[in-house]
């Protein structure tokens, strides 16, 4: 199989983007929780009352400060955290993709110039073309008023609309050809199923038989593989 991209390089990158979000605010907080403490310490040892005001004044405007960056850091981690777990989950896909005898496939390939990459794009073994949203989950899936569910937990970003969105782009690119839109939840353990706007939900171990459902588009491997380089060298930096 002809491949191009790295699975999980947009997220990955990501992920360092807020960690290095998430220590730049806990340097703030560091140095905001040393100001708080040496305007406490102003406060208890000035004997001016001018002085010892505006050491409270800082004291206290130092410490609503640190608290501000100690939650900044918190939800940079957080997301940071996230973004490793949803590269994972790419990288797995990926894994799932070369078992499908497919014929070319692309990771993270930009279709636009604003908007996120489409995770994969695969040019199927019977000459199909899918856009493959990938999202992180574990055990049956299913639609609720909208939502993608996982348990209790509904799915962020409305995963359906992107993969969607993704297929069109993508169809854009190939002449209006038909796109099979498809997210795929690694960890899904209910039968593949198709929302109202016919996006195929399904598992790692079910994406052979959902990327066979795709409409032939391409003649041959060779017609495939040249569209592919072309889409990848076309891509915006």
Same mark, same amino acid.
């Given at each position: 199989m002809y491949e191009v991209g790295r699975a999980g390089s947009y997220?990955?990158?990501? %992920?360092? %983007? %807020? $960690?290095? +979000?998430?220590? $730049?605010? +806990?340097?703030?907080?560091?140095?905001?929780?040393?100001?708080?403490?040496?305007?406490?310490?102003?406060a208890v040892l000035t004997s001016t009352p001018p002085l010892r005001v505006g050491a409270v004044v800082l004291a206290l405007g130092s410490a609503g400060l640190t608290a501000w960056l100690v939650r900044q850091a918190r939800a940079a981690f957080t997301r940071a955290r996230q973004a490793a777990i949803g590269a994972t989950s790419e990288r797995e896909v990926r894994r799932a993709v070369r078992r499908t005898a497919s014929i070319a496939a692309a990771y993270g390939l930009? $279709?636009?110039?604003?908007?996120?990459?489409?995770?994969?794009?695969?040019? +199927?073994? /019977?000459?199909?073309?899918?856009?493959?949203?990938?999202?992180?989950?574990?055990?049956a899936v299913w639609v609720e008023r909208g939502a993608l569910m996982v348990g209790r937990r509904a799915l962020r970003k409305n995963p359906a609309g992107q993969a969607a969105h993704q297929a069109r782009r993508l169809s854009g690119r190939l002449n209006r050809r038909a796109v099979l839109?498809?997210?795929?939840?690694?960890?899904? +353990?209910?039968?593949?199923? /198709?929302?109202?706007?016919?996006?195929?939900?399904?598992?790692?171990?079910?994406l052979t038989q959902v990327l066979d459902r795709a409409p032939k588009v391409f003649t041959s491997i060779a017609d495939a593989e040249d569209t592919m380089r072309r889409l990848w060298a076309a891509a915006p930096a």
């Open positions: 997220v990955s990158g990501q %992920r360092w %983007r %807020r $960690l290095g +979000t998430g220590a $730049l605010y +806990t340097a703030g907080a560091v140095a905001g929780g040393a100001a708080c403490l040496g305007g406490v310490a102003g930009m $279709l636009g110039d604003r908007g996120g990459d489409c995770d994969v794009v695969v040019f +199927t073994r /019977t000459g199909g073309a899918a856009a493959i949203e990938v999202k992180t989950g574990h055990g839109a498809v997210v795929c939840i690694p960890g899904m +353990t209910n039968r593949p199923f /198709t929302t109202d706007n016919g996006v195929w939900v399904c598992g790692a171990g079910d």
